[in-house]
C-alpha cells in the first residue's frame, strides 16, 4: 500500500505535536495543514514543505489526501469530520469527540455510512506506564477489578478564564470535560461499562460559569471508579490506579511538567501484609503521539481494531453529560 498522504485541520499546539508525530514515524506523509489563521498554516505547512490552506474544505477537496487529522477547538470538530469521512478520508479527531453526545453519535454513524476508520485522540491510553499496567491488567496480574481512583489537574495560567476553553459555546464544557475525557477514557478501558453516575462540577477559583473543578463517581456491577479533575491543582499531578482483588496498579506522571512517568505494581500476598512491589520507570520524551498515530495507520492499512474508537468518544460523552446532570440535579443518574 502507497503511504497514507495525511492532512492536517488546526495548525496550533496539538496539531503540530501531530505533525512531528507523522515525521518521526515515518508512517504516512504529511500533505497539507490547513487553519482559518492563514500565516499559521503557513508557518506550520513550511517546516514540512507543504501547502497551507485558509479554508479547510479546499483541504478535504484534495483527492490526494486519503486521511485527516482535526486538531480544532471542540465546537468546530464534527462538521470537519462529517465532511472528511463524506469525501472517504480516514478521520483521527482530538479529544473530546465533539461537545456532546449528540455530535458524536453523528461521527460515529457517518464512519460506519463511509466505511472509513475513525479514532478520537485519546494519547493516554498510548502512555508507556498506562500500556504496562494494561499489559499486566489483561494478563490478570491484579485479579478481579474492584475500584479505580485518580487525580488529574494542572495549575492554570493568569487569564485563562478569557481563553476558548472557558467559552461553552465553543467547548461545550469546563474541565471535566478538558481533562476529565482522559480519566472516563480510561476507567472504561480498565473498568468496563459504568451505568450508574453522580458527580459535581463546580467554579470554584477562575471568574467563569463553566467547572474549574469536577469530582465524581462512576459504578457498575464489579467496580467503583472515583476522580478529581482540577484547573487549580496550582502543581501539575497525573495519578491512575486500579485495583484488584490479587493487587494494584498505581500510574504516576505523564512526563514533562506533570513528573517522570512511572508505574507501581503491586501484588497481594497470600498471607496478607506488605506486598510485593515492582516499579517501572519511564523518565524521557512523551512518545503517545506517535504510538496513537503508528495505532491509527496500523488500523487503515491492517484492519486491526481501534483502541479509542469514535464508539469509546461517544461512550465517554455519555458519562460526561450524566456527570454534568448529576451535578445540576444533585442525583444519581443511571445511564
Known amino acids: 500500500m502507497n503511504k497514507i498522504r495525511v492532512g492536517i485541520i488546526g495548525a496550533g499546539l496539538i496539531g503540530s505535536k501531530r505533525a512531528q508525530g507523522i515525521a518521526k514515524t515515518k508512517r504516512g506523509v504529511l500533505a497539507g495543514v490547513a487553519d482559518p489563521d492563514q500565516a499559521r498554516a503557513e508557518a506550520l505547512a513550511k517546516q514540512y514543505g507543504v501547502e497551507a490552506y485558509g479554508d479547510w474544505k479546499k483541504l478535504i477537496e484534495n483527492k490526494d489526501i486519503n486521511a485527516v487529522i482535526v486538531a480544532v477547538p471542540n465546537a468546530f470538530a464534527a462538521p470537519i469530520v462529517i465532511a472528511a469521512l463524506e469525501a472517504g478520508k480516514h478521520v483521527l479527531c482530538e479529544k473530546p469527540f465533539g461537545i456532546n453526545a449528540k455530535e458524536a453519535a453523528a461521527m460515529v454513524s457517518a464512519g460506519e455510512k463511509a466505511k472509513r476508520v475513525v479514532k478520537v485522540g485519546f494519547n493516554h491510553r498510548f502512555h508507556a506506564a498506562v500500556l504496562k499496567a494494561r499489559e499486566i491488567f489483561e494478563k490478570g496480574g491484579i485479579g ?34 478538558d481533562q476529565g475525557v482522559h480519566i472516563v477514557d480510561l476507567a472504561r478501558w480498565f473498568g468496563g461499562e459504568f451505568d450508574e453516575v453522580y458527580g459535581s462540577a463546580e467554579a470554584k477559583f477562575w471568574d467563569t460559569k463553566l467547572d474549574d473543578n469536577a469530582f465524581a463517581v462512576l459504578k457498575n456491577k464489579n467496580v467503583t471508579a472515583s476522580f478529581h479533575v482540577s484547573t487549580t491543582n496550582w502543581k501539575n499531578i ?48 512523551d512518545e503517545s503521539w506517535e504510538r496513537e498515530w503508528e495505532h491509527f495507520v496500523d488500523a487503515i492499512e491492517k484492519g486491526t481494531a481501534v483502541s479509542g474508537s469514535g464508539a469509546d468518544g461517544l461512550a465517554a460523552n455519555e458519562l460526561i453529560e450524566a456527570i454534568y446532570r448529576s451535578s445540576r440535579e444533585k442525583k444519581i443518574i443511571k445511564m
Open 238 to 285: 497525573f495519578s491512575f490506579e486500579v485495583f484488584g482483588d490479587w493487587g494494584f496498579l498505581q500510574i504516576d506522571g505523564k512526563g514533562g511538567s506533570y513528573g517522570e512517568e512511572k508505574l507501581i505494581y503491586g501484588k497481594r500476598r497470600p498471607e496478607f501484609g506488605v506486598p510485593e512491589i515492582e516499579t517501572f520507570a519511564f523518565p524521557g520524551v
Open 144 to 177: 478481579k477489578a474492584l475500584f479505580i481512583r485518580s487525580r488529574y489537574g494542572h495549575g492554570g495560567r493568569k487569564g485563562m478564564e478569557k481563553e476558548w476553553r472557558f467559552d461553552e459555546k465553543i467547548s461545550g464544557g469546563g474541565e471535566l470535560l
